[in-house]
């Protein structure tokens, strides 16, 4: 191509071109190059240098020159805000060596992005605007639930209330007889009926302010029953004003979840919810709900089955019903947020929410792992790679609740990866899938005691210290066990956080 | 008619026993010879109201399986007790809620918590005669 066929090429461009040689003298410019300094052309013609129309202050081109010379290829810049002829530039300057007419010169391009750059600033700030309107709907759809939950609330309040002003009215009609001797038996009676109450009241704002803190709360290990219990307990009004029946079957009553209580309450009390709006609209008889806890030991899942006697879900919207803002009630009385935020919450829990294809009514199950693998879950560099987890690895089996979520306090922050785990069987599964550091146990479990757990992960061929964590009257099962079994350590019950570290670094040390 | 007073009866519906206590207690303070008779669901105030002749029911809106509004449906149907006096209690009673109670032949509507001066008052507007109102006064003071 002759140096004329290029040019005329290079005129049509859309970006602005223009060709210098090294020593930054202009040799062509396109019309767009002109456009963009906003000269009349014969200013840009008279213009020698490179730097008499593009101040180095502004855009060093021939730093981008001598760069393209030296690597002999194309050198591309950074886009830079640029105020050329007072118009503000978003641009990116490519250097391109090439031959023009025998000699070696530069093809620099300029590319305006302005344009993009305010449509990206626009798409930014309607994301931005999205989310907000998101964020408000979500928080909308909250507030609706605390509606509906303030009004059985208050009723359940309110009982209470006047049994307890009733009886301090009471309290002051007995004092007013001379002989307070002989109204004795009322006032007690009146003082055990306001305590009473004061009880029932303080319950009920309790579970209500638990429903509404829903705040970033870590997780923790709670017993699912309890859990189930709480949530029907929140809806448990609205079911009885309707008729409804609720049953809660709990096959297995030990199972502990590492679960965020909260979100996984607001999962179920959603469900609970959708099943009783979903049997009183195809006006169902005799509207049942069951609510079933199972586990599946060879999936170390646990099962949550919700089945409702209602309309069950069409075939053709079951795979949209999870999707955000998908709903079947009438505009505002619902937003279609409830079981796609229920379905992230469980995805969080590293668990499952699905519909289980039956012939009647609905069926929700909700899985989740059992809580070794979900300590494995919350301790992410754990998911990586075990090789690499720098710091130790502790087992803690406490059949106790309470106690797992102490340790794991204990363990925030700090350099070890924590594991809990509810009972010996429970923890031998996952010494068989990993080796850890340092086990420490509970003596006195249900299933399986200490000294039972010990010999059967020492026959596995652990090596790891252990430490029995209990009472002093089992400190004789721990002298006994210490040669026998190669228990390292002690940890006496109650312990201080101080007591714990110093024990689990002695341990760890003399290994 | 002092008779009357002897037979002065008053049927208290409610699922919270404490409630229940509660009115009894207050009758008891105030109204002495008024006699309370309690029940725990409709099923029940039903039964009783069927065997025995009431002059005035209180019965709460929220119980277990039927409500207060179902009682009074059944009751304004038979002849027996279509003149039945009976005061709707409820927690949180809306505007709509009263209209309703009201057309369907409830005396009264009475929002919980309640104080012993109401109870005393509603007892008083609706067994009243004017003997009554002189042994209650009494009573009260």
């Avoid at chain 2, 029911?57 to 009682?71: A, E, H, N, R, Y």
């Amino acid at each position: 191509m002759s140096s004329k066929e290029l040019f005329n090429c290079l005129d049509n461009l859309f970006e602005a071109v223009v060709i210098i040689d090294a020593k930054g003298n202009i040799e062509y410019f396109n019309n767009n190059f002109v456009t963009l300094l906003k000269e009349p052309p014969r200013v840009v013609r008279k213009a020698k240098l490179i730097s008499d129309l593009i101040p180095k202050n502004v855009l060093d081109v021939m730093d981008y020159v001598s760069r393209a010379e030296e690597s002999k290829s194309t050198v591309l810049s950074e886009e830079a805000r640029v105020v050329l002829a007072e118009t503000d530039y978003t641009l990116v300057l490519k250097a391109q060596p090439i031959e023009c007419e025998g000699k070696s010169c530069f093809l620099i391009s300029l590319n305006d992005l302005s344009v993009e750059k305010k449509l990206y600033e626009k798409y930014k700030d309607q994301m931005e605007e999205l989310k907000n309107t998101h964020s408000q709907i979500v928080q909308a759809d909250k507030l609706r639930t605390i509606g509906e939950l303030t009004a059985g609330v208050s009723h359940e309040i309110n009982n209470p209330l006047t049994v307890a002003s009733g009886n301090a009215e009471i309290i002051e009609f007995c004092l007013e007889n001379e002989n307070l001797e002989e109204e004795r038996d009322g006032l007690v009676d009146a003082v055990a009926n306001i305590k009473d109450s004061h009880v029932r009241i303080q319950k009920i704002i309790h579970s209500m302010k638990d429903f509404l803190h829903k705040s970033e709360d870590a997780k923790e290990y709670c017993n699912l029953q309890d859990l189930i219990e709480k949530s029907v307990s929140l809806v448990k009004r609205g079911f009885d004003d309707a008729k409804a029946e609720i049953k809660v079957d709990i096959q297995r009553a030990d199972l502990v979840g590492l679960v965020n209580r909260l979100k996984i309450e607001q999962v179920m009390v959603n469900l609970f919810k959708n099943a009783l709006d979903a049997m009183l609209e195809a006006k169902i008889d005799k509207p049942s709900l069951s609510v079933t806890l199972s586990h599946k030991d060879e999936d170390s899942y646990m099962i949550l089955d919700i089945i409702d006697n209602g309309p069950g879900i069409p075939d053709e919207i079951r795979d949209e019903v999870f999707n955000t803002f998908f709903t079947t009630k009438d505009a505002g009385k619902g937003t279609g947020l409830g079981l796609s935020i229920a379905s992230r919450i469980i995805q969080s829990h590293t668990g499952k929410l699905e519909i289980v294809a039956t012939d009647s009514g609905c069926h929700f199950r909700i899985s989740l792992p059992i809580i070794e693998v979900s300590s494995f879950a919350d301790n992410d560099s754990l998911l990586d790679n075990s090789a690499s987890v720098k710091g130790k690895k502790i087992l803690v089996v406490d059949n106790e609740v309470a106690i797992l979520n102490l340790c794991k306090k204990f363990f925030e922050n700090t350099d070890y990866l924590f594991i809990g785990s509810t009972s010996g069987p429970d923890a031998l599964r996952v010494l068989k899938k990993f080796d850890v550091d340092l086990v420490i146990t509970d003596y006195k479990m249900p299933e399986m005691d200490g000294s039972e757990f010990a010999k059967l992960a020492r026959e596995m061929g652990k090596t790891m210290p252990f430490l029995y964590m209990t009472t002093k009257e089992k400190v004789a099962r721990f002298q006994e066990d210490k040669e026998k079994l190669g228990i390292t350590g002690l940890i006496l019950k109650p312990f201080s956080r101080d007591e714990f570290f110093n024990t689990i670094e002695q341990t760890l040390e003399v290994k | 008619m002092s008779a009357d007073w002897q037979t002065r009866k008053v049927l208290v519906v409610d699922d919270d026993k404490k409630i229940c206590d509660l009115f009894t207690a207050f009758i008891k303070i105030g109204a002495k010879k008024i006699s309370c008779v309690t029940a725990n669901d409709v099923t029940q105030a039903l039964f009783k109201i069927d065997n025995q002749e009431f002059d005035l029911v209180f019965i709460d809106q929220k119980l277990p399986s039927k409500s207060g509004t179902d009682f009074i449906r059944t009751v304004r149907t038979s002849m027996k007790h279509r003149n039945l006096k009976i005061i709707l209690m409820s927690a949180a009673l809306e505007k709509e809620d009263i209209l309703t109670a009201m057309e369907m032949g409830v005396s009264q509507v009475m929002v919980k918590p309640f104080t012993f001066a109401q109870i005393m008052e509603k007892l008083k507007d609706n067994l009243h005669s004017e003997e009554d109102d002189i042994k209650m006064k009494k009573e009260l003071n």
